[in-house]
Nanobody, 117 residues
Framework: QVQLVESGGGLVQPGGSLRLSCAASGSIFSTNAMGWYRKAPGKQRELVAH???????NYADSVKGRFTISRDNAKNTVYLQLTSLKPEDTAVYYCNRLSSTGLYWPWGPGTQVTVSS
């Protein structure tokens, strides 16, 4: 069973940057498209970026040009570089595989990103 552990969150001022990491156990990581998701209080979880196993990327309009997703299959790790952060980016960030059927691996603990002055 795949286990996911996110890290790298924190408190940052508007305009600041963070780099999130997600380490995955299991050899099936490299064959799956991976996504970064976030959930803000009172809102539904949303997909903010995804990367295929071949490295193609896609972003939600709200983060396009500010966030960059990448992966290192040798390390079973996916990253999310966050720049030009805004208060509305405040959320718990999670990684998981990309799914069109709603079937996800067990969710990790997430990492809290708080953007505030």
């Amino acid at each position: 069973q795949v286990q996911l552990v996110e890290s790298g969150g924190g408190l940052v001022q508007p305009g600041g940057s963070l780099r999130l990491s997600c380490a995955a156990s299991g050899s099936i990581f490299s064959t799956n498209a991976m996504g970064w998701y976030r959930k803000a209080p009172g809102k539904q979880r949303e997909l903010v970026a995804h990367i295929t196993n071949g490295g193609s990327t896609n972003y939600a309009d709200s983060v396009k040009g500010r966030f960059t997703i990448s992966r290192d299959n040798a390390k079973n790790t996916v990253y999310l570089q966050l720049t030009s952060l805004k208060p509305e980016d405040t959320a718990v960030y999670y990684c998981n595989r990309l799914s069109s059927t709603g079937l996800y691996w067990p969710w990790g603990p997430g990492t809290q990103v708080t953007v505030s002055s």
